[in-house]
């Protein structure tokens, strides 16, 4: 009998290297830079690209603006991941389990992977009413299906043949082999379909707001600041919508770090 230690290797924040983290934010300044010393320079009309300076100010003057319009757009792409996540997860489970189900839904997902938002939103609206935001979380729940589905379905099936037939062999219940071989292979691609499925969750809430609905979001006040001519202010509302796309994949990104390594295994006896 010998102990063996075979943990899967995943780097903490604490050691991520300071070059690391340093590298995109002195990138991201020196773009910020260049880009207003060109407005400067040529002297760029605000309406085709207002200066940093200007939407950062226009930013901070209408930042409790920004920050209600982040909670609208916030929570409907938060419904809409929250729902579409488990809809992708728990239809995933079901075609891997039945091979009939996977055939049955290739063709549906892949007409609803080629979906133009824009020609859906309005349709939902007329569906669900325009005071209404469930056109909206609708909109973000198809949007995030499809990712999480496929990405989950793949990672069910990466499961080796060998590791399923040592199961087998010693009769090892369905539910240990979910929960020792199953979900351990399939939650990084499980992960990788919530990341995308965050920043897609996000856009298409954005891209659903252009098109009616209640006026409590960014991309209403984008369009509406746009309309008015005052660009800068409309860019500051981009900013928030980039802020707030940001907001989701981190913390999907921190989600997953912190499973992982909860669900490390310490040792196992041979």
């Known amino acids: 009998m010998s102990t063996t230690t075979a943990p899967l290797r995943v780097r903490p924040f604490s050691d991520t290297h300071v070059v690391t983290l340093l590298a995109p934010a002195v990138l991201g300044v020196v773009v910020i830079g260049l880009w207003q010393l060109w407005v400067k320079a040529f002297d760029i009309d605000p309406f085709i690209?207002?200066?940093?300076?200007?939407?950062?100010?226009?930013?901070?003057?209408?930042?409790?603006?920004?920050?209600?319009?982040?909670?609208?757009t916030g929570r409907n792409a938060l419904l809409g991941l929250l729902i579409g996540a488990v809809v992708g997860i728990v239809a995933a489970l079901l075609a891997h389990?039945?091979?009939?189900?996977?055939?049955?839904?290739?063709?549906v997902v892949a007409a609803l992977s080629v979906v133009p938002i824009v020609a859906l939103a309005p349709a939902l609206y007329t569906m669900f009413g325009a005071a209404?935001?469930?056109?909206?979380?609708?909109?973000?729940?198809l949007t995030v299906v499809i990712p999480v589905y496929l990405n989950t379905l793949r990672g069910l099936r990466q499961v080796k043949p060998v590791h399923r037939e040592l199961m087998r062999v010693y009769a090892a219940p369905k539910s240990f082999v979910a929960r020792a071989v199953t979900l351990p292979t399939a939650s990084p691609y499980v992960f990788t379909g919530l990341r995308i499925?965050?920043?897609?969750?996000?856009?298409?809430?954005l891209i659903a707001e252009y098109f009616g609905g209640p006026v409590d979001g960014l991309g209403k006040a984008i369009t509406t600041a746009a309309a008015s001519s005052n660009y800068p202010l409309a860019w500051a509302y981009v900013l928030g919508s980039i802020l707030l796309g940001l907001v989701f994949y981190v913390v999907t990104l921190l989600i997953e770090l912190r499973v992982a390594r909860h669900s490390l295994p310490s040792s196992s006896t041979v």
């Open 97 to 107: 389990a039945f091979r009939f189900l996977d055939l049955m839904a290739a063709p």
């Open 197 to 205: 499925g965050s920043s897609l969750a996000v856009i298409s809430a």
């Open 132 to 141: 209404a935001n469930t056109a909206r979380v609708v909109v973000a729940v």
């Open 49 to 72: 690209v207002p200066s940093p300076s200007s939407i950062g100010s226009e930013f901070w003057d209408n930042r409790s603006s920004i920050w209600h319009g982040s909670l609208g």
